[in-house]
Structures are given as C-alpha cells and as structure tokens.
C-alpha cells in the first residue's frame, strides 16, 4: 500500500509546493481580483462625490457616508488579503 504522504512521491516539488499554498488559501487569485475591483469602484465613486462637493453640487450624507464606508472597508479587506513575506 502506498503512503500518500512519502517524500519520494512522483509529485514534481515546485508542484507540490504551489498545490500546499492553494490549497491553504484557496481561489486567492480571483478573491483578490474582485477585491481590486471593488475597490477601484469604491475609490472611483468617491472620487466623484468629492469633486462635486467642490463643485458646490448637494450630496448627501448618507450618500458620502455609503461611499465612504465601503472605501475602508474594501481597503481593508485588500491589505488582510495581502501576500506575507514568510509564508509558514
């Protein structure tokens, strides 16, 4: 019977590397993609908010406050998403 867990596998280790890392933190590549678009959308909306603020243009608070909150709290989630030096 074999061991799946034998060193002497015929597992290539770079492969058996990279499927450990996936499989600690699985769909990190598309989970930081929508993360960087969310954002992005985020940033863009208050962007535009804040330049009608100086345009004189109404805004409302609620409005300010949505786009505000979701700017750090997406920025947030991108920087507790972000890759660690020393990967254990």
Excluded: H
Excluded at 11 to 17: Q, S, T, V, Y
Excluded at 29 to 42: E, M, P, Q
Aim: hydrophobic fraction near 45%.
């Amino acid at each position: 019977m074999n061991n799946p867990n034998k060193s002497g596998s015929d597992l290539d280790p770079n492969l058996r590397a990279r499927l450990l890392k996936e499989s600690k933190n699985p769909f990190r590549g598309l989970r930081r993609a929508v993360w960087i678009a969310l954002f992005g959308s985020a940033a863009l909306g208050f962007l535009i908010m804040f330049t009608n603020i100086i345009a004189g243009d109404k805004v409302s608070i609620n409005d300010l406050a949505i786009q505000t909150s979701a700017l750090l709290i997406l920025g947030f989630i991108l920087f507790k998403d972000r890759n660690k030096q020393n990967d254990d």
